[in-house]
């Protein structure tokens, strides 16, 4: 194995130690690393082995079993005869450690700095002791490193969470864009961008999309004898009887003024048309009276006109179809549902 393949080997070991001696709240100490080191390496089984069989018991090693491991599985004296091979891995490790910091967010160039004049340091003569000090100071520089980046990861997760909140009120401005402010309804903008879609769906999927385009009748005479206050209220109340009138998938929007749309998905024409005229009773039936002097309005009613959507007609053809059926009810008397015929493709 060249030098390359051991420094590639080393730096892989230590990724993967760090870590690890991090989560089993073990102290980044030369002892403990050369524990993890080892253990991580795969290079002593039955190190590995004791090691698993005290995270089983629990995942937080204390300082006792961290000592207890290095006096088990490392021979100070086989250490003292192996002083050189020692330095050349520190000295590889440093390197590593160094190449590690640098490529991580935590780096700094005072962190970078320190290491490499450590590395500068090596000597021929060194002592086990001089070893031993030395690598106290790089895992000294690296839990500064790791500090760093717990530091940074704290700051982005601020800025996530302040990003998060940034998206919340942008999608409640969305929301609040697409939403009529007087009835709580879908707007127009809503409705257009729903129709468009799904006939194009329709288009390719054969969908069933029914269409009611519904409008008060004589709303006008409410306004003029009662005021827009009173108006208002009646749209509220007939708003909220569309609304629960539907299912979660369907969509009803305040077209404008008095009129109103319901796009009706997965509906056959028939249901469609069963759906209106129950919506048109329960309107009929209401008596709604004035909140200040409780005085009744009489009978509100509402027109119905609807529309089945043929695949390739276009949203234009099939909205078009909708209003015109719309005023057939109107011409027939008003408080009534009249079906469009189907489109000439």
């Known amino acids: 194995m060249d030098y390359n393949e051991l420094s590639d080997k080393a730096a892989e ?7 690890l ?8 100490t030369p002892d403990n690393y050369a524990v993890w080191y080892e253990h991580v390496s795969g290079a002593n089984a039955a190190l590995s ?11 937080i090693l204390t300082e006792a079993q961290c000592k207890s491991l290095y006096a088990q599985f490392f021979n100070i004296e086989n250490d003292r005869m192996e002083v050189v091979a020692m330095r050349q891995e520190l000295a590889n490790l440093l390197r590593e450690v160094i190449s590690f ?73 969305k929301r609040e864009a697409k939403t009529d402010t007087l009835t709580g309804l879908a707007n127009r903008k809503a409705f257009d961008e729903l129709v468009t879609k799904v006939t194009t769906d329709a288009d390719s999927s054969g969908l069933d999309v029914c269409l009611l385009f519904c409008d008060l009748d004589l709303f ?12 208002d209220q009646v749209l509220k109340v007939v708003s909220n009887a569309l609304k629960d009138s539907v299912k979660g ?26 759906l209106a005229d129950n919506i048109r009773k329960e309107i009929a039936a209401k008596r ?7 005085e009744s309005l009489g009978q509100i009613t509402m027109s119905f006109g609807l529309a089945r959507y043929v695949p390739t007609e276009g949203v234009e053809s099939f909205m078009q179809r909708a209003d015109r059926a719309l005023y057939m ?16 493709i």
């Open 13 to 19: 070991n230590m990724r993967l130690a760090l870590p």
């Open 21 to 28: 001696m991090k989560r089993h709240g073990v102290p980044m």
């Open 49 to 59: 082995e004791k090691l698993s069989a005290l995270l089983a018991d629990n995942p």
């Open 101 to 173: 910091v640098y490529s991580t967010a935590a780096h700094n160039d005072k962190t970078n700095s320190n290491l490499a004049e450590l590395l500068q340091r090596i000597r021929h003569d060194m002592t086990p002791q001089d070893l031993h000090e030395m690598v106290e100071q790089v895992m000294e520089e690296t839990r500064q490193a790791v500090s760093s980046g717990e530091l940074l990861t704290e700051r982005l997760n601020t800025a996530v969470s302040e990003v998060q909140t940034l998206k919340k009120e942008l999608d409640q401005s």
């Open 220 to 231: 006008k005479e409410v306004n003029d004898k009662h005021g827009h206050l009173v108006g």
């Open 249 to 274: 998938r369907d969509l009803v929007a305040r077209y404008g003024g008095e009129e109103f749309s319901i796009i009706l998905l997965n509906t056959s024409l028939q249901n469609a048309k069963t």
């Open 288 to 294: 709604i009276q004035r909140k200040d002097t409780r």
């Open 329 to 344: 009810s109107k011409r027939k008397g008003r408080n009534c549902v009249s079906e469009a015929p189907p489109p000439v």
